[in-house]
């Protein structure tokens, strides 16, 4: 049976990796207690007890504003740790999915971002990110490195959660208008991973298209609009809130100084994947639907 070895199982991609990698063989799912990406004693001693053939990491450190003042852990666990993940696959012959970020682009390109355009992270979560990519992609390593934004989920925390929570606390909620993307769902992550899994488990490693791939819903909104979706959203299934869409306010980026500049363009250009691997994806507003009927479970 394929052993596959999932890193960082209590996050929002994590968790449900869990569910969507369980058909395709033995899972061991670690949260940080288990499995510590930032030490390397423990990260080979869990590699090498269980021996995976496929290794998941969707762990990471994403606190990005806080990254600006902890520049060595965020190195250790979004560089340095993938860069030993790969070297263990490729002494092992095993397949890495790592997942990345839009973080690696500045933000000033017009239009979608392809895999192929020039990178230049603004911030030390960009800049951690993009060094586990090249370490990963100098391996020599089988991998596939995944790159999305704006994830979101009903397990973990994340903007959707934080709008409905302030939209029940506040009467008054501004929102920066002028930042572009796509909401992604953990679940279409973790979906897209497996079709990507089956077809590696039943396609000769020879001629399986690896690499680097961009993995976002389609369309694309501005953290205004998704705001304005969500708390629509919450008030046609009953939730008791404080403000309507109506009552949100939108700013300039310059109106929300944060310590960790953000890409103002973060679309992702997702043909390359698609037509690659013959999906579809589906639009943003499907996944917060999905998120929606999770929460009201």
Same mark, same amino acid.
């Given at each position: /049976?394929?052993?596959?070895? #999932? ?54 450190? *994403? ?11 965020? /190195?250790? #666990? ?57 370490? #990963? ?10 790159? *999305? ?39 279409? #992550?973790?979906?897209? %991973? ?52 109506? %009552? ?25 994947? *698609? ?23």
């Amino acid at each position: /049976m394929t052993r596959i070895l #999932i890193t960082g199982a209590n996050g929002q991609v994590g968790f449900e990796l869990q569910r969507a990698l369980a058909p395709l063989g033995e899972i061991l799912a670690c949260d940080r207690q288990q499995l510590d990406l930032a030490d390397s004693a423990n990260l080979e001693a869990v590699l090498d007890r269980f021996q995976p053939d496929i290794i998941v990491n969707p762990a990471a450190y *994403t606190a990005v504003d806080r990254a600006e003042s902890e520049q060595d852990v965020a /190195m250790a #666990i979004n560089a340095q740790a993938p860069a030993r993940l790969a070297d263990w696959a490729t002494r092992h012959n095993a397949l890495l999915v790592h997942y990345s970020t839009d973080y690696v682009f500045d933000g000033q390109k017009d239009s979608a971002y392809v895999e192929d355009d020039a990178t230049n992270p603004q911030s030390v979560y960009g800049r951690s990110k993009w060094e586990g990519e090249q370490a #990963i992609r100098a391996s020599g390593c089988r991998y596939l490195i995944l790159r *999305t934004s704006w994830v979101v989920g009903a397990h973990g925390n994340n903007f959707l959660k934080t709008i409905l929570r302030l939209a029940r606390e506040r009467t008054s909620l501004s929102v920066v208008a002028d930042q572009f993307g796509a909401p992604t769902s953990a679940a279409l #992550i973790a979906d897209v %991973t497996s079709q990507l899994l089956g077809r590696y488990l039943h396609q000769p490693a020879e001629v399986f298209p690896f690499g680097t791939y961009h993995l976002t819903a389609s369309g694309s909104t501005s953290w205004y609009d998704y705001a304005r979706h969500v708390i629509g959203l919450a008030e046609q299934v009953g939730f008791e809130l404080a403000l309507h869409p109506d %009552t949100v306010q939108p700013i300039p980026t310059s109106g929300y100084p944060l310590p960790a500049p953000r890409p103002a363009n973060s679309r992702l250009d997702c043909t390359k994947l *698609t037509q690659t691997f013959g999906l579809a994806l589906p639009n943003w507003r499907q996944g917060i639907d999905y998120v929606f009927a999770q929460l009201n479970d």
